[in-house]
Nanobody
Framework: QVQLVESGGGLVQAGGSLRLSCVTSGTIFSNSVMGWYRQAPGAPGNQREMVATIIRSGSSNYSDSVKGRFTLSRDNAKNTIYLQMNSRKPEDTAVYYC?????????WGQGTQVTVSS
């Protein structure tokens, strides 16, 4: 059973920084893709937007809206990923969810609220 626990959310002023952590437990395969998604208030159909994903080698992918501001890293020994968020904008306000995709399954954390005040 794979479990994900997020931490690090909170309130930050625009331009500030915040770091999210996601600790995983259970069997994590080497070909897993880990990442962060977010759900903004009032998102149509409660859709979750991909923020960033990373594979075991460290190769990462970012959405255009966060590229250059957010950095995703992965500690394979600890099965943990970190999302460093700099230059925060009010439109970054959302619930952030940690995610693992592996062996055809999709696992989610419980989500952590991040609010950016202007």
């Amino acid at each position: 059973q794979v479990q994900l626990v997020e931490s690090g959310g909170g309130l930050v002023q625009a331009g500030g920084s915040l770091r999210l952590s996601c600790v995983t437990s259970g069997t994590i395969f080497s070909n897993s893709v880990m990442g962060w998604y977010r759900q903004a208030p009032g998102a149509p159909g409660n859709q979750r937007e991909m923020v960033a994903t990373i594979i075991r080698s460290g190769s990462s992918n970012y959405s255009d809206s966060v590229k250059g501001r957010f950095t995703l890293s992965r500690d394979n020994a600890k099965n943990t990923i970190y999302l460093q968020m700099n230059s925060r904008k009010p439109e970054d306000t959302a619930v952030y969810y940690c995610n693992i995709k592996q062996q055809g399954f999709n696992y989610w954390g419980q989500g952590t609220q991040v609010t950016v005040s202007s």
